[in-house]
């Protein structure tokens, strides 16, 4: 797999060593600014002889060159943080894991100073290399170097190479990838001493493996502070030791004093006890890495100073100001080449960085530190105007009609040294143009500002409760004598329910109601509501008492059944008020309604509803009378011949009939045509007897007589046998109810047929299967007639061929 190496320059702002102090370097040096500014930028290839060739680009190549901001970031293979836990805010990782020969690179340009004969540059690096064993020259890389402009060489001791192999000083092994080795973040200090006056350019380079398959990566932080070699050689005279630094990335340090004959100790630090004295010097022998420096013996002079931080007294600040307590304005005697740190414990653990917010009463310490180490600490006192026991009161609430005064001074808990002003926004950028007769409900906004200008705004709320809502809904009309009642909750159903209720006769609310429950007279009413926040609204109330109509009734007159009485005829109603709707029931609470008050066949008292165009109603009964006619009942006489007659008058025709005083017969249903002679009627057919009562109610009903003909035996005078009617010859019955004999004779008196029923159909002329001749046959025939007696009859019959 191919992989590519990566360098990171990240630039730290804090010294590299407890207690190492230094002056400032070069304008983002250290990438405070979270970019590359004053920085150059470089990307290009390395061949397979290891020689690079790079060109200077104008923006960063995404992915190659960045900027690391997330100090929370880890290393995918060291697991380490990319920006270094005593460096600054930001770091640069140069290059990435991926492959192609690339080289990434970045250069800056130091002026160094004139007057500074001694100059170191502190730097931090961590590197991310994977080691394919290839030719030493073929290897992925990390170099760090310094060249020289006057001379175009690149200072010995100032330039490092880092190649990757498993041997490097205080490399490991990537747990997750064996062929990558990586270093953590690993401190180095240049000596520059002597090239006051000089321009010279640092670089870092990353390059890939020279056959574009393995990478080669790196993270940087510069420190922001540089200045001598050695540090802490200047001690404030009231110190009882000497805490000295020297530069970093070496592998020995050993102290002496200046003949050599006092070794003071060995580390980059240490601790001189009691202090040198004043004039006198320190020698420090710095052995470097083989292959990473040259050795040298470093000597500084120890200074005393006589310096005591002064502050000033009396601070007096507004709540939550920023301030810079660092500044000439709290530090009255401060030096340029003095540093100075403000802390907010006594132990000074917690720096302050920048501008400080002043939210109440507070002691801060201020250290001041020249580049030679010698120390002053002083505490300061900040007080702040208290503006936080102001208080702001809403005001109480106001009816629709009212307004309110936010500038009441019952409304605000201090007064003295504070001015107020009104604003319409929090940010008070709105001036309130009214704030003595503010009209609408919201949240309005005081600017509080004491004589020494500290300011605080608070919101006060403003109620102005809305126009009460009243809804009227007219009570229903009613009709006289009925009263209405206007303080009915259902007349005033949807409004407020806070509403207390007054009720007047005039619109100026002016004359009460004496009886708002029972109100007699139709017209307009007054009402006054009036909420629980006191705030009060009228209206108007409409009563509608209608007039009641009048109902005079007539009973119809008596009927008899079956007819029916019409109870809807006006005529009934005569006297009543006119253009009244009426409606009829079987029953006074009008709950059971008439299906057809037109016919109305059964006696008794009926109920009508008479109501007018308001809705307004009476009630009245009406008597119905349906008489009962008598009953009748018909006996059917026995038939007769009509020989004989039937008497309807008989008083077994009606026997059974009831409730009647006379009786009348007639030919038709219609009894408009009475019979002349109902003792002795002879001719058959339907008859009517009526009877009627007392009450001239008349009942009728018909009655059939059965008056039948004089029983006969009729037998034709010829027949035909060969034709096909009149072919045999049988007897004819007239009130015959059964034939008993039926006999044909010869001429001679023989008989040649006979029977005693007309089942066989009659003689066929043929007399033992022989047609008889034409002659005159003599017949007779014996039957019982319908009252059961008994029939002869003879005659004579031609037989026609």
Not at 585 to 594: A, G, S
């Amino acid at each position: 797999m191919i992989k590519r190496v990566f360098l990171l320059l990240l630039i730290a702002s804090i010294a590299m060593i407890t207690k190492m102090y230094a002056q400032s370097c070069p304008e983002n040096i250290g990438f405070e600014y979270g970019n590359f500014q004053n920085w150059k930028i470089y990307a290009g290839i390395t061949n397979d002889k290891g020689v690079m060739t790079i060109d200077q680009v104008d923006n960063p190549v995404s992915g190659r060159e960045n900027i690391v901001t997330d100090k929370m970031a880890t290393d995918i293979y060291g697991g380490f943080k990319q920006i270094p836990e005593n460096g600054g805010n930001f770091s640069v990782k140069l290059g990435n894991n991926g492959t192609g020969s690339q080289v990434d690179g970045i250069s800056y340009l130091i002026n160094i100073p004139a007057n500074r004969p001694e100059f170191t540059l502190t730097y931090q690096y961590a590197v991310v290399l994977e080691d394919p064993n290839h030719l030493h020259e073929e290897q992925p890389r990390f170099i760090a170097r310094v060249k020289d402009l006057e001379t175009n060489q690149y200072i010995p001791c100032a330039s490092f190479e880092y190649i990757a192999t498993s041997d490097l000083p205080g490399f490991h092994k990537a747990k997750s990838n064996a062929a990558v080795i990586y270093k953590e973040w690993t401190p180095v200090t240049i000596n520059l001493s002597g090239y006051q006056g000089k321009q010279l350019l640092i670089e870092f380079l990353t390059a890939d493996c020279t056959l574009g398959g393995h990478f080669g990566y790196a993270y940087v932080d510069v420190n922001n502070l540089c200045g001598d070699l050695i540090v802490g050689n200047t001690y404030c005279k009231r110190a009882g030791e000497l805490s000295m630094s020297g530069p970093s990335g070496f592998q020995s340090y050993t102290w002496y004093n200046e003949d050599r004959s006092v070794k003071y100790g060995s580390g980059q630090s240490i601790t001189i006890k009691p202090t040198p004295a004043e004039g006198s010097k320190v020698i420090l022998d710095v052995v470097p890495y083989t292959g990473f420096g040259c050795p040298s013996s470093i000597s500084t002079v120890i200074h005393s100073v006589d310096y005591q931080v002064q502050v000033s007294a009396q601070n007096r600040v507004c709540q939550n100001a920023e301030i810079d307590l660092t500044s000439s304005s709290f530090i009255l005697n401060k030096l340029a080449n003095f540093t100075y740190l403000a802390y907010a414990d006594k132990d000074l653990t917690q720096q302050l960085i920048g501008s400080t917010k002043i939210s109440q009463n507070s002691t801060f310490y201020i250290k001041a530190t020249n580049f030679s180490g010698c120390e002053s600490i002083s505490p300061i006192q900040i007080s702040v105007f208290d503006m936080a026991d102001i208080t702001v009161k809403n005001p109480d609430p106001a009816c629709y009609n009212e307004s309110v005064n936010i500038t009441l001074d019952g409304l605000y808990s201090k007064l003295s040294e504070i001015s107020r002003t009104y604003f319409l926004d929090k940010d008070a950028s709105q001036p309130l143009n009214d704030p003595q007769h503010i009209k609408a409900s919201g949240i309005y906004y005081v600017k509080f500002t004491s004589n020494m200008g500290c300011t605080k705004i608070l919101p006060v709320e403003v109620t102005i409760s809305p126009l009460p809502e009243l809804k009227i809904t007219n009570p229903a009309s009613v009709c006289f004598p009925s009263v209405v009642d206007i303080t009915n909750s259902s007349i005033f159903a949807a409004s407020d329910e806070t509403f207390s209720y007054s009720f007047y006769q005039d619109e100026n609310l002016s004359t009460p109601l004496t009886d708002s429950k029972s109100i007699r007279k139709s017209g307009y009413y007054y009402v006054k509501a009036t909420n629980a926040k006191g705030c009060t609204v009228s209206n108007k109330i409409m009563v509608t008492i209608n007039e009641s109509p009048v109902l005079a009734v007539k009973d119809p007159g008596a009927v008899c059944f079956p007819e029916k009485v019409d109870i809807t005829d006006a005529g009934l109603y005569t006297g009543s008020t006119e253009k009244l709707n009426y409606s009829f029931y079987y029953d006074e609470t009008l709950q059971n309604k008439i299906g057809n008050p037109r016919a109305i066949g059964q006696s008794g008292v009926y109920y009508v509803k008479a109501s007018n165009s308001s809705g307004c109603y009476t009630t009245g009964s009406v008597k119905v009378t349906v008489n009962t006619p008598p009953i009748i009942v018909l006996n059917k006489p026995k038939a007769v011949f009509d020989s004989e007659s039937i008497d309807l008058t008989a008083a077994t025709i009606i026997k059974g009939s009831k409730d009647f005083e006379k009786v009348t017969y007639f030919e038709d249903a219609a009894l408009r045509h009475p019979l002349s002679n109902p003792q002795k009627v002879n001719k058959a057919g339907t008859y009517y007897i009526a009877l009627q009562n007392e009450k001239g109610c008349t009942v009728s009903a018909p009655i059939e007589l059965d008056i039948l003909p004089k029983p006969k035996i009729i037998v034709p005078t010829a027949f035909t046998p060969h034709k096909e009617t009149n072919n045999r010859l049988y007897p004819f019955l007239v009130s015959v109810q059964k034939l008993t004999s039926f006999k044909v004779f010869n001429k001679w008196g023989i008989l040649v047929y006979q029977t005693e029923t007309l089942a066989n159909g009659g003689w066929d002329g043929q007399f033992k299967s022989k047609m008889q001749p034409l002659e005159t046959f003599s017949w007779f025939a014996e039957g019982v007639d319908t009252f059961g007696g008994k029939v002869q009859s003879t005659g004579k019959t031609i037989l026609i061929l």
